[in-house]
């Protein structure tokens, strides 16, 4: 089996996993050039793309849906992150499992977003992490969270 890049490991399974990312913003057609950007991250695998957002309950912000069609959101691009040989039942197990550090009143722009949440999916299911790109942005505003408004930082989505 061969990779498309030297930092994604040759993963052995029979199930592809994939990052959709959305831009967040339509600078991003020029910021994503820069190496910068504001972007949104789902993890597709077994046909359904699984995501993370914010809402004022403490209940799971975990959410599924159609692959590439996450409202409110341009997709950009799907990265193939490897193979897993985890069963759909494992993978609504992980979720299961995930939802408790993920709930949608513990959402935070910096400090655990969707990008966070797609991370913690890709290496538990291929071993490899997401492009540093995709959360660039973050850790910059990690460095100067002073600044940020609050607003931003509870950022909220709705769930269907």
């Not at 691009?77 to 993920?102: F, H, N």
């Not at 959360?135 to 100067?144: D, E, K, Q, S, V």
Request: glycine letters at 10%; one cysteine or more.
């Amino acid at each position: 089996m061969l990779c498309r890049r030297s930092s994604i490991q040759c993963s052995h399974g029979s199930v592809p996993v994939y990052l959709n990312v959305y831009d967040l913003t339509c600078i991003n057609g020029y910021a994503y050039w820069l190496g910068l950007g504001a972007y949104h991250s789902g993890v597709q695998v077994h046909g359904v793309e699984y995501a993370f957002g914010g809402h004022e309950h403490s209940t799971t912000g975990i959410f599924e849906g159609e692959p590439k069609q996450c409202d409110g959101f341009t997709f950009r691009k799907s990265i193939l992150m490897g193979w897993t040989d985890v069963s759909p039942g494992g993978v609504r197990r992980l979720m299961e499992e995930l939802a408790q550090k993920y709930r949608g009143n513990t959402y935070n722009l910096i400090t655990k977003n969707c990008n966070h949440f797609s991370n913690d999916v890709c290496i538990k299911l291929t071993g490899n992490p997401i492009p540093s790109w995709i959360n660039r942005l973050a850790r910059l505003g990690l460095l100067c969270n002073c600044i940020i408004p609050e607003n931003l930082n509870s950022t909220k989505v709705c769930l269907h």
